[in-house]
């Protein structure tokens, strides 16, 4: 398989995990809390434990940001009043430039999250349909709202990509939105314009179908690609909701700082959900994204230049650990790694490993590392850990889990 490193070893058919590979359609979002368990939890409380399941980038923010955002402070010395719910002017004409939309589509929110919120939180006793893995916050926002969960399972011989025939495969009466996640997080796949374009193919057959596409790393892009929206097929332009924020490609998730660009006759609605919530996003934060999206060209490459090295020293330490397989990410700065043979082994304490949930509160206690459950973004049997930290802290963290995995043992 193209992008594969290591060899797999795998489980048992008897393992709880693999079966539950064929069952997670029907999974409720319940499945979807905290993987770990209270003496996990107070260990990571309690202790040094290093964490490679975050999403938040660790660099420093750019000089222009800092200065646009003070700027903007003291400019606003006298008075301080409501911003415009629908955002700034000037980040508006930003946005619609870049991304092919009206300004009057445009929405400014308070992270990605927000976005996703607004629009799925419209959606009645309707199907969402989302590719797995997904980011595991997913069903929580579904679940918020009336829409229901309907999960597609991708494969790795696939890269985790979602098919044509799997999309059409998936579509009834019943669904009313694919939420689409480009470059994915957690794979770091990128979906090319002929991938793309079979897809577009597929929901041209299904007007009434929308879709949300979540771009928040698609400018991360560690191999020397593109990343093409689904958004810029003239045939859906006007039914594809696209999503962004600051978060990711700018590593300022602290900003908190998103925005919705759509097609204007979808706007009002949201539009109307956000004034009632939070109003608009205040507005030194918004002249610091402005300031972040017109100084692209120098954020995003030293970025990507820190990705690469260190992408290429994670997979090296990566490929020391037995049984284990990963396919290579394209973009962000995820590695979703494959750790279904150590399934079913028991600890030296006797303890059995029945998932990848109780592997990760395994690692937790015996290695101090945090790793995420690819259970939680709806694929068993794998992690999904960054690499968008200190080099040392990342190769500290592989040594601590490899020594760890070695002690565990099949049983029988």
């Given amino acids: 398989m193209p992008g594969m490193a290591s060899i797999v070893s795998h489980c048992p058919s008897s393992n709880p995990q693999l079966k539950a590979k064929s069952t997670m359609s029907q999974t409720s979002p319940g499945l979807y809390s905290y993987p770990f368990n209270p003496e996990s939890t107070k260990l990571l409380a309690d202790s040094d434990a290093i964490s490679l399941n975050t999403g938040a980038p660790k660099f420093p923010v750019h000089r222009k940001v800092r200065e646009a955002i003070i700027k903007a402070v003291e400019a606003k010395q006298d008075q301080l009043s409501y911003p415009s ?45 989302i ?12 679940a918020q709202g009336r829409g229901r969960l309907k999960i597609i399972q991708t494969s790795a011989e696939n890269n985790f990509k979602l098919t044509p025939q799997q999309l059409d495969q998936n579509i009834t009466w019943k669904s009313r939105v694919l939420l689409l996640t480009n470059p994915n997080n957690p794979t770091g796949a990128v979906y090319t314009r002929e991938e793309l374009n079979g897809l577009v193919k597929v929901l041209e ?49 602290g900003l908190r700082v998103g925005f919705i660009a759509a097609h204007p006759s979808w706007t009002d609605i949201y539009l109307q959900k956000q004034n009632y919530a939070t109003s608009g996003v205040n507005e030194f934060l918004q002249h610091g994204a402005l300031a972040a999206l017109e100084a692209t060209n120098e954020i995003i490459p030293s970025i990507v230049d820190a990705l690469k090295v260190r992408r290429a020293k994670a997979m090296e330490l990566l490929n020391s650990v037995p049984h284990t397989s990963y396919i290579t990410p394209q973009s962000a700065y995820f590695f979703f790694w494959n750790i279904e043979h150590y399934l079913g082994c028991r600890t030296e304490a006797g303890k059995l490993i029945r998932t990848d949930v109780d592997l990760v509160d395994y690692l937790l206690q015996d290695a101090k590392v945090l790793v995420a459950a690819g259970s939680l973004c709806g694929t068993p049997g794998y992690f999904r850990i960054t690499y968008a930290v200190a080099e040392d802290v ?19």
């Fill in 131 to 142: 590719p797995a893995p997904f980011w595991f916050a997913f069903p929580h926002i579904v």
């Fill in 85 to 129: 719910t629908r955002g700034m002017e000037l980040l508006h004409k930003k946005i619609a430039r870049d991304y092919g939309y009206s300004e009057k589509g445009i929405i400014i929110t308070y992270g990605a999250s927000q976005a996703l919120y607004n629009i799925l939180d419209t959606i009645g006793d309707e199907d969402v349909l």
């Fill in 394 to 412: 990342f190769e500290q963290a592989i040594v601590q889990m490899k020594a760890s995995l070695g002690k565990l043992r099949h049983s029988g």
């Fill in 205 to 253: 057959k299904h007007p009434r179908l929308l879709v949300v596409s979540d771009e928040v790393y698609n400018l991360l892009l560690v191999d020397d690609i593109s990343c093409p929206s689904i958004g810029s097929w003239p045939e859906i332009h006007d039914r594809v909701l696209t999503i962004n924020s600051l978060s990711k490609n700018f590593a300022m998730s």
